[in-house]
């Protein structure tokens, strides 16, 4: 699996925020946290990208799994990605505004889907 935190080390890539729609994303993995007690939940990593264009695009975020076989974001604006979005004069868009363009390009992704497949293997 590629490791989550490894996509802030990616070559950055502007992207302009109205064009983030166009990115496709696919699932390079996802990692399971266990504590393996019923106390506490599982929790874990999920990374997309883009390898499609000439630099790959990434994002990446923590998971908890909130009721057994329903997972959410851990927290939605902390997001790891290597995009830089800019608005449509090229200025980078400021944390904040960009966390929101990329939640609406996770909440695209069928992410929970591949979370639950991997909380399945390692219940297995």
């Known amino acids: 699996m590629t490791p989550a935190w490894i996509v802030c080390a990616w070559p950055p890539l502007l992207w302009q925020a109205e064009s983030a729609p ?6 390079l993995g996802t990692r399971v946290l266990d504590p393996g007690d019923q106390d506490h939940p599982c929790s874990g990593q999920t990374v997309w990208g883009d390898p499609s264009r000439e630099r790959a ?5 923590d998971w ?6 329903i997972v959410a974001m851990a927290d939605p604006l902390a997001l790891v990605t290597n995009l830089k979005l ?13 966390a929101l363009h990329l939640n609406e390009i ?7 889907s591949e979370v639950q497949r991997a909380l399945h293997r390692v219940a297995a």
Do not use: K, N, R, Y
């Not at 166009?22 to 699932?27: S, Y």
């Not at 695009?57 to 975020?61: L, R, T």
């Not at 908890?64 to 076989?69: K, R, S, Y």
């Open 22 to 27: 166009e990115l496709h994303f696919v699932h």
């Open 57 to 61: 695009a990434g994002v990446a975020w």
């Open 64 to 69: 908890i799994e909130i009721q057994d076989g």
């Open 86 to 98: 800019t608005d449509s004069q090229g200025e980078i868009l400021p944390t904040m505004q960009a």
């Open 106 to 112: 996770v909440h695209t992704l069928p992410w929970q």
